[in-house]
């Protein structure tokens, strides 16, 4: 299996689609059916890694203030405690110390793309949390520990948000920022050309980056599919363009 970064942006993306929903669906499509998928998202975050294992787990609708039918969203897929379990193995082994979590449901970062991805919700799904303390090398250190799965028919899929600005989000603007344009360009540049080192120290040397990321967390997921991806992977580009003026849709398959 590959891996795979998805910007998830803003919740209405569940039924919303822009560009970027109809193009996830077709490379879920064309890649290999998967025997699971692993979604770590930075809508569960925790002071150490936690590992789903629920059989059937729960939509969650972590997000206030939209419009009711998004509430009335279910994601149906199966959990896959076999693999969970295999996560929780391969973390223990690297010193992670992670705890079990049988209740955990599925939170937005990973249901609203998974919409997209797999519509059918056929494929089984579990997560990893993203600890709270984790910085750009850790995150690269969590998807290589967790890349192993991946000789199993794992997915690795990290959501989160090529830019995420929320303080500049305009809803009914539809006109890129500048500066969210050149960060998403530089990063597909980097991407492109299989500079793991760039991608890995991004949020320093990238034009506008801590104006793009004001907060780490929608970016780490981003060095989580880049570390289960070979050392040499390049990536290929899944056009999202620019959602509500900030929220770059792009994602990536290494």
């Given amino acids: 299996m590959t891996?795979?970064?998805v910007s998830h942006g803003a919740p209405t993306f569940a039924l919303e689609p822009g560009l970027a929903g109809p193009a996830l669906?077709?490379?879920?499509?064309?890649l290999p059916r998967p025997a699971a998928v692993l979604v770590v998202s930075p809508h569960w975050m925790t002071p150490e890694v936690r590992v789903g294992l629920a059989e059937t787990p729960a939509t969650i609708h972590d997000f206030n203030g939209?419009?009711?039918?998004?509430?009335e969203l279910e994601y149906t897929a199966p959990g896959h405690p076999a693999f969970a379990r295999m996560a929780l193995s391969l973390l223990e082994d690297a010193g992670w110390k992670p705890v079990a979590d049988a209740q955990r449901g599925l939170d937005h970062g990973a249901w609203v793309p998974l919409r997209h991805l797999y519509p059918d919700a056929s494929v089984p799904v579990f997560q990893v949390s993203l600890p709270d303390w984790l910085d750009s090398h850790s995150a690269w250190r969590l998807g290589q520990t967790l890349a192993p799965l991946e000789k199993e028919g794992v997915l690795i899929v990290g959501s989160g948000s090529l830019t995420h600005n929320l303080y500049e989000v305009r809803w009914r603007d539809e006109q890129a920022s500048e500066y969210a344009r050149d960060f998403s360009h530089w990063i597909r540049e980097a991407a492109i050309a299989g500079d793991h080192e760039r991608l890995v120290n991004a949020l320093t040397l990238a034009p506008h980056a801590r104006r793009a990321h004001p907060t780490v967390e929608h970016f780490l997921p981003l060095l989580v599919a880049l570390g289960?991806?070979?050392?040499?992977?390049?990536?290929?580009?899944?056009e999202g363009g620019i959602e509500h003026g900030v929220l770059s849709m792009d994602s990536f398959v290494f």
């Fill in 3 to 5: 891996s795979l970064f």
């Fill in 25 to 30: 669906t077709r490379l879920g499509q064309q």
């Fill in 66 to 71: 939209f419009e009711p039918a998004l509430y």
């Fill in 228 to 238: 289960a991806a070979d050392s040499n992977a390049r990536a290929t580009v899944i």
